[in-house]
T-cell receptor, first 114, second 114 residues
Framework: NAGVTQTPKFQVLKTGQSMTLQCAQD?????MYWYRQDPGMGLRLIYY???????DKGEVPNGYNVSRLNKREFSLRLESAAPSQTSVYFCASLVGLQWGDEQFFGPGTRLTVL | GDSVTQMEGPVTLSEEAFLTINCTYTATGYPSLFWYVQYPGEGLQLLLKATKADDKGSNKGFEATYRKETTSFHLEKGSVQVSDSAVYFCALSLASGGSYIPTFGRGTSLIVHP
C-alpha cells in the first residue's frame, strides 16, 4: 500500500515551458486535491476533484489545469510556466464518504521556474 | 468565509519544555478539526483530529480539545523532544455541496533544542 505517490520529486523549468505533475493513490479514495506551499503562505488549494469525473477550482487556479484520469489518478498541468509558479506542490486524497475524514498527502514535487 | 488562524512561529523550546500552539477558527457550519505535522522535506501527515465539541484528539503525547464556545483547537504537549521539530498545521473541514474542502492555517514552525 503506497498511499499517495507523486512524480517527479524535483523539476526545473524555463519560463514558458509546460509540464504535468502526476499523482496517484491506491486507497480507493473518492476525493483528490492539488495544493501549492510557499514560505509564510501555508497551503493554498489549486484544484480539487470531489469524485471521479468532476473537478473544481480552488483558491489559486490561474495558470493551471487538472485532469481526473480515473479514480486513482489526478494530474496537474502547467501550460506555460512562470517564475511565480516556483513552489512545492502537494497532492492529497480523502475518502470523502463521511464528515471527519482526514487527508493523506504525497511527498511533494519541488518545482523551480527560471 | 471559513478561516483558521494559528500563532506565528517559529516557536523555539528546549527539550522537555511544555508546548502550546494556539489555533482559532471561523466557520459557517460545524467543522471537523485537525492538526497535521510536516517534517522537513516531507508531505503533511495527520497528527490528531476531533469531530465534535469537547472531543479531545491525542497522539504521540500531543493533545487538542475541540472548544466550540471559544472556536479553538489548541495543540499541547507536556514534554517536547528534538524529534518534534517540524511545522504544525491546524485545519478545519466542512462539507460543501457533496465535497469536503479543508481550510488550513499558515503553519507554525517548532524548533526544539537539546
Amino acid at each position: 500500500n503506497a498511499g499517495v505517490t507523486q512524480t517527479p520529486k524535483f523539476q526545473v523549468l524555463k519560463t514558458g515551458q509546460s509540464m504535468t505533475l502526476q499523482c496517484a493513490q491506491d486507497m480507493n479514495h473518492n476525493s483528490m486535491y492539488w495544493y501549492r506551499q510557499d514560505p509564510g503562505m501555508g497551503l493554498r488549494l489549486i484544484y480539487y476533484s470531489a469524485s471521479e469525473g468532476t473537478t473544481d477550482k480552488g483558491e489559486v487556479p490561474n495558470g493551471y489545469n487538472v485532469s481526473r484520469l480515473n479514480k486513482r489518478e489526478f494530474s496537474l498541468r502547467l501550460e506555460s510556466a512562470a517564475p511565480s509558479q516556483t513552489s512545492v506542490y502537494f497532492c492529497a486524497s480523502l475518502v470523502g464518504l463521511q464528515w471527519g475524514d482526514e487527508q493523506f498527502f504525497g511527498p511533494g514535487t519541488r518545482l523551480t521556474v527560471l | 468565509g471559513d478561516s483558521v488562524t494559528q500563532m506565528e512561529g517559529p516557536v523555539t523550546l528546549s527539550e522537555e519544555a511544555f508546548l502550546t500552539i494556539n489555533c482559532t477558527y471561523t466557520a459557517t457550519g460545524y467543522p471537523s478539526l485537525f492538526w497535521y505535522v510536516q517534517y522537513p522535506g516531507e508531505g503533511l501527515q495527520l497528527l490528531l483530529k476531533a469531530t465534535k465539541a469537547d472531543d479531545k484528539g491525542s497522539n504521540k503525547g500531543f493533545e487538542a480539545t475541540y472548544r466550540k464556545e471559544t472556536t479553538s483547537f489548541h495543540l499541547e504537549k507536556g514534554s517536547v523532544q528534538v524529534s518534534d521539530s517540524a511545522v504544525y498545521f491546524c485545519a478545519l473541514s466542512l462539507a460543501s455541496g457533496g465535497s469536503y474542502i479543508p481550510t488550513f492555517g499558515r503553519g507554525t514552525s517548532l524548533i526544539v533544542h537539546p
